[in-house]
T-cell receptor
Framework: AQSVTQPDIHITVSEGASLELRCNYS??????LFWYVQSPGQGLQLLLK??????LVQGIKGFEAEFKRSQSSFNLRKPSVHWSDAAEYFC????????FGKGTMLLVSP | EAQVTQNPRYLITVTGKKLTVTCSQN?????MSWYRQDPGLGLRQIYY???????DKGDVPEGYKVSRKEKRNFPLILESPSPNQTSLYFC?????????????FGPGTRLTVT
């Protein structure tokens, strides 16, 4: 069965520091891959997506993600975190339906 | 404005009292879906619909019903709610039912069943 693993439940990063959120997927072939962000009390917003081609994809709000087939990973990165980035981040994969990871809560310290 | 709307946003009810959570989208999307979000479990799909009159079970369909009589609406029905259905529910839609299309999410409905 398809699965998505986000190994970190919580991550705390200092404002201005770099960020990497991990995501591993389990699937027979390369699925479509997504990162969503959920701010407190809000719905989910798409940050970026990968279908094929260039393995480094750029998203909104300065985020990027790199697809590594050999590691079945799709890690999310940002070079400099802002306090407004504090939110919960979800990795998802699939074709006709999406399977979500359990999420990583990002805390940003001053 | 292109959006997915859900009503109500908050609902407290008692065990066994039938309820419906409405979902509507104004983007002429074919695909619609319901998820529930629980702490530590992420989002789990309840039901989805590839188009009008076409619905299918997701990962956690027990205790829920859906219908898709019109393209824009996809209500979620709990005929006899139980406390384990206390959760945050999201409706989503996308242009088509393949993963290449972005899913747009509604604002969520927080349901408490006592």
């Amino acid at each position: 069965a398809q699965s998505v693993t986000q190994p970190d439940i919580h991550i705390t990063v200092s404002e201005g520091a770099s960020l990497e959120l991990r995501c591993n997927y389990s699937y027979g072939a390369t699925p479509y891959l997504f990162w969503y962000v959920q701010s407190p009390g809000q719905g989910l917003q798409l940050l970026l997506k990968y279908f094929s081609g260039d393995t480094l994809v750029q998203g909104i709000k300065g985020f990027e993600a790199e697809f590594k087939r050999s590691q079945s990973s799709f890690n999310l990165r940002k070079p400099s975190v802002h306090w407004s980035d504090a939110a919960e981040y979800f990795c998802a994969s699939g074709y006709s339906t999406l399977t979500f990871g359990k999420g990583t809560m990002l805390l940003v310290s001053p | 404005e292109a959006q997915v709307t859900q009503n109500p946003r908050y609902l407290i009810t008692v065990t066994g009292k039938k309820l419906t959570v409405t979902c509507s989208q104004n983007m002429n999307h074919e695909y619609m879906s319901w998820y529930r979000q629980d702490p530590g479990l992420g989002l789990r799909q309840i039901y989805y619909s590839m188009n009008v009159e076409v619905t299918d079970k997701g990962d956690v369909p027990e205790g829920y019903k859906v219908s898709r009589k019109e393209k824009r609406n996809f209500p979620l029905i709990l005929e006899s709610p139980s406390p384990n259905q206390t959760s945050l529910y999201f409706c989503a839609s996308s242009l088509k039912g393949t993963g290449s299309y972005e899913q747009y999410f509604g604002p969520g409905t927080r349901l408490t069943v006592t």
